[in-house]
C-alpha cells in the first residue's frame, strides 16, 4: 500500500518535533500536525518561560545579599508587565526556531488537531480531511489536572500565571510539587504573599526526605506559608477576589487560587482507543521499551506515556524511536539515572535513589552527608544551609544517589549524573581532585558518614 507519510506525528512539542526532523533527516517523508504552537509545554508554557520567570524572581534576593558586598541599591522596583513581556517575546523567538527546524528538514506542517481513524489514517481538523501514514508516533504530551471540587472553575493553572496582565497580591496554590514549589517561590521572590496547600505530610513526594524538609524549612523562612495535611473543601469568589474553605473549618482569603496537583497525559479524543491503542488506567499510552503501543504501527513518546515526564526524556525517547523505526538500530529507552531539579529557592538538584528507596532495593547502604553555610553567605549574611548527601551502596561501593539542595544544585548534579552513568564508586570521587573554593567540592570531599553540619564551602574549614 502507498502511504502519504513514512511518518506522521500528532503534537509538536520537544519529542515530537526531534522525531519528526530525525526521520526526516534520514530520509523519511514526515508529516507533522499541532493544534496550539510548535513547540509544546516546555518552550510554551513550562519549562522556557517557567525558568525565565525564576531568574526574575530572584533578583530580589540578589539585591538583599548585594548588601553585605559593599552594593547599595537604592530605589528598586519590579515591573511584571515588563518581566513578562519581554518573556512572550523569548517564548515567540523560540517558536520560530522549532517551525523553521521543521521547514528545514522538510517536515510538511499541519495546525490543526489530528486524531486517528485507524491504524494508517489521520483526521485532521473538523472536516473530511484525512492523511495516511505507515507509522504514526503520538506526542502529545499532558496537561494540567484540575481537581475536582466544588468552585473548581475558580482555579488556574501553570499556564495561566504565563497570561497574567498583574501580579496578585496574595496567592493560595493546592499541591506541593515540582509545580506548586517552583511557581510558589516565583510568586515569593516578586514578593507576593503565597500559601502552600497540601494533604501530605511533607512537600515533594517521592524525593529523598532529607531535600524534602530542607527545602520546606528554607521556604518558610522565606516568608512562604506551607500548610500540610491540609484538603481544601471548597473555593468561593468573594469581592474581587476568593476564598477557599478547608475541611478542618477554616478558610484563607486570596486573589487568586492555583491548582498544582499534578499533569495528566493528553490522550483524549485523538481516536486512541478507536484504533486500538491500550491506555492504563489514568490514560496514558502503554508502550514497550522501544516505544511502541500495542498496535504495531503506532508509537508514542514522552508525557502521554507518562513514564518520566521530564523534557530530555521525551527527547531522548524520540531519538531512540527514530533510531529503532527508520534507522534499523533497534535502541531501547533507558531511563535510570536522569537527573532532575526543582527550581525553587533553594534549588533542588538529584540523580539516582533516595535514601529511602536505595534502602528498599539494596538494604545495607552508607549515606555521606553535609550541611554548611556557602561562603558567600557568610558575608551576605544570608543564614541559608546548603544540603549535599551521597547514598552509596555497601556491597559495591558504587555511588547510588547524589542530592543537592542550594544554589546552582541543578548545574552540579548535571555533571554528577555522568559519573553515576558511568557506574562511580565512593572510592573514585574520593580520588578526584577539589575544585576550591566552590561548593561543589563538598561531593568529593566528604570522608565521614553524617559530617559535622559546620564546614564551609569554599573555605579552609571544608578543607
Given at each position: ?330 535502541t531501547a529507552v533507558d531511563l535510570t539515572f536522569i537527573p532532575t531539579a526543582v527550581f525553587s529557592q533553594p534549588e533542588i538538584g538529584t540523580v539516582g535513589l533516595s535514601e529511602e528507596k536505595a534502602r ?77 573554593p566552590s561548593a561543589a567540592e563538598e561531593l568529593v570531599t566528604l570522608r565521614h558518614k553524617w559530617e559535622m553540619p559546620e564546614p564551609v564551602a569554599g573555605s579552609d574549614a571544608a578543607a
Open positions: 500500500m502507498a502511504y502519504d507519510y513514512d511518518l506522521f506525528v500528532i503534537g509538536a512539542g520537544s519529542g515530537g518535533v526531534r522525531a519528526a526532523r530525525l526521520a526526516a533527516e534520514l530520509g523519511a517523508r514526515v508529516g507533522i500536525a499541532e493544534e496550539y504552537r510548535i513547540g509544546g509545554t516546555c518552550v510554551i508554557r513550562g519549562c522556557v518561560p517557567k525558568k525565565l520567570l525564576v531568574y526574575g524572581s530572584r533578583y530580589r534576593t540578589e539585591f538583599a545579599d548585594a548588601r553585605g558586598f559593599g552594593w547599595t541599591v537604592e530605589n528598586e522596583r519590579f515591573d511584571w508587565p515588563t518581566l513578562i513581556g519581554n518573556v512572550h517575546r523569548e517564548v515567540d523567538r523560540l517558536n520560530g526556531v522549532y517551525t523553521r527546524t521543521l521547514e528545514k528538514a522538510g517536515v510538511d506542517r499541519f495546525m490543526t488537531h489530528a486524531a486517528l481513524e485507524d491504524p494508517h489514517m489521520v483526521k485532521l481538523g473538523n472536516g473530511n480531511a484525512a492523511v495516511s501514514a505507515k507509522t504514526i508516533l503520538v506526542a502529545t504530551g499532558s496537561h494540567p489536572m484540575i481537581p475536582d471540587l466544588p468552585g473548581q472553575e475558580h482555579l488556574i493553572s501553570s499556564n495561566e500565571c504565563f497570561e497574567l496582565e498583574q501580579l496578585p497580591a496574595s496567592i493560595v496554590i493546592v499541591g506541593a510539587g515540582y509545580i506548586g514549589m517552583e511557581f510558589a517561590s516565583i510568586f515569593r521572590g516578586f514578593g507576593v504573599a503565597v500559601t502552600v496547600l497540601y494533604r501530605g505530610d511533607q512537600v515533594l513526594r517521592d524525593f529523598d526526605n532529607d531535600l524534602r524538609d530542607g527545602v520546606a524549612e528554607a521556604m518558610r523562612n522565606r516568608g512562604i506559608d506551607l500548610r500540610m495535611d491540609t484538603d481544601v473543601d471548597r473555593i468561593d469568589k468573594e469581592g474581587s477576589g476568593f476564598r477557599v474553605h478547608l475541611k478542618r473549618g477554616d478558610s484563607i482569603a486570596a486573589d487568586l487560587v492555583m491548582a498544582a496537583t499534578g499533569r495528566g497525559p493528553t490522550t483524549s479524543g485523538l481516536g486512541l482507543e478507536q484504533a486500538g491503542v491500550e491506555l492504563g488506567g489514568n490514560g496514558r499510552i502503554v508502550v514497550d521499551e522501544f516505544s511502541k503501543s500495542s498496535v504495531d504501527s503506532i508509537y508514542a513518546v514522552g508525557d502521554v506515556t507518562d513514564r518520566k515526564n521530564l523534557t530530555p526524556v521525551a527527547i531522548h525517547e524520540a531519538t531512540a524511536f527514530a533510531e529503532t523505526v527508520f534507522s534499523n538500530k533497534p528498599e532495593m539494596y538494604g545495607m547502604i552508607d549515606i555521606y552527608k553535609t550541611s554548611f553555610r556557602p561562603l558567600r553567605s557568610m558575608v551576605s549574611g544570608r543564614n541559608e544551609r546548603m544540603l549535599m548527601k551521597l547514598v552509596i551502596d555497601m556491597k559495591t561501593d558504587k555511588v547510588l544517589g547524589v542530592h543537592v539542595l542550594g544554589s546552582d544544585a541543578a548545574e552540579i548534579v548535571q555533571m554528577a549524573a555522568v559519573a553515576l552513568r558511568l557506574g562511580v564508586t565512593k572510592a573514585q570521587l574520593d580520588a578526584t581532585m577539589a575544585l576550591h
